[in-house]
């Protein structure tokens, strides 16, 4: 059940950095690897692409976007990403896995905003004052990877510290830069539980033991913070997931529905039709349509 039917890319070690965790990309110009084209995949990391120029297309789940220059994208583990065209390319990319952000007792930084990303946002745009901070950060990014020695793992997490703590301010400022309540921060708890175990667990009261809290009282933050049911929330994790991989994968609907926690197809197939109102095989031929 937890093998993930849609590809997932790690980090690959370079002459840089050799602990699979940390990666620095730069490109000037076409692509150089154009093998992922067409490939949905996922990442096993976080990525940090600053574009100065480009001119591709990209699709992030069902999602598709032009990428824009002087911009800063932000992936994370999980998401299906598919790259439909790349025709010119200018950027620094900082790859990074969870492990890494938790050396030197960096841990903190799993709870930055820009990390947890509660507004599934992937874009920051950037003011002329912005560009010319990352633009110097990076360059010594760049400069301290491609220098070997002791301090090196350290000084990286140091400056990637700096360089997250920037971007989640941008984060805040335009998506939403309130204060989490604690009813707000237990819905956001419970939303990074049901991303982390909703192939084993589909109800509620499961969650709600990870939480150490009780099932009603759950549900009652949950419906007065979201405006749903904890248990919608739950269904809509599985449907988007559904969604991913009817979408992205040719994968039969059988090892679907194993993947996502379901012993019996036909059960699956009639919780996705409740939900979305079209069958799983009626959903994967309407949304074929779109590719061109």
Do not use: C
Not at 238 to 259: C, N, Q
Not at 269 to 277: D, L, S
């Amino acid at each position: 059940m937890n093998t993930l039917p849609v590809p997932v890319y790690t980090l690959e070690q370079d002459e840089f950095m050799s602990n699979g965790q940390f990666k620095v990309y730069h490109f000037e110009g076409d692509f150089p690897d154009r093998s992922e084209l067409l490939i949905p995949h996922r990442k096993d990391h976080y990525l940090i692409a600053f574009i100065r120029k480009a001119g591709s297309r990209q699709w992030i789940d069902m999602n598709s976007f032009e990428l824009k220059e002087h911009t800063v994208y932000f992936f994370g583990p999980h998401q299906v990403i598919v790259k439909e065209e790349i025709k010119q390319l200018w950027s620094t990319g900082i790859a990074f896995t969870k492990e890494f952000l938790s050396l030197h007792g960096n841990s903190a930084l799993l709870q930055l905003p820009l990390i947890v990303n509660p507004y599934n946002g992937y874009a920051l745009e950037l003011t002329a004052t912005d560009i010319i901070f990352i633009e110097e950060l990076l360059q010594k990014i760049i400069a301290e990877y491609r220098q070997k020695g002791d301090w090196q793992q350290r000084m990286l997490s140091a400056y990637l510290t700096v360089l997250l703590t920037y971007l989640s301010r941008l984060y805040t400022a335009q998506y939403k830069g309130d204060e989490l309540s604690n009813e707000q921060q237990l819905l956001k708890r419970f939303q990074a539980k049901i991303d982390e175990f909703y192939q084993q667990y589909h109800e509620v009261n499961d969650y709600a033991s990870m939480l150490n809290i009780s099932a009603g009282h759950l549900s009652d933050v949950i419906k007065s913070q979201s405006g749903k049911p904890a248990i919608k929330h739950i269904h809509d994790r599985l449907i988007m997931e559904a969604r991913r991989l009817l979408f992205h994968t040719d994968h039969p609907l059988k090892d679907i529905s194993f993947h996502l926690g379901f012993s019996d197809t036909s059960y699956f197939n009639r919780f996705f039709k409740r939900e979305t109102g079209l069958t799983p095989a009626a959903y994967r031929d309407q949304t074929r349509a779109i590719y061109p």
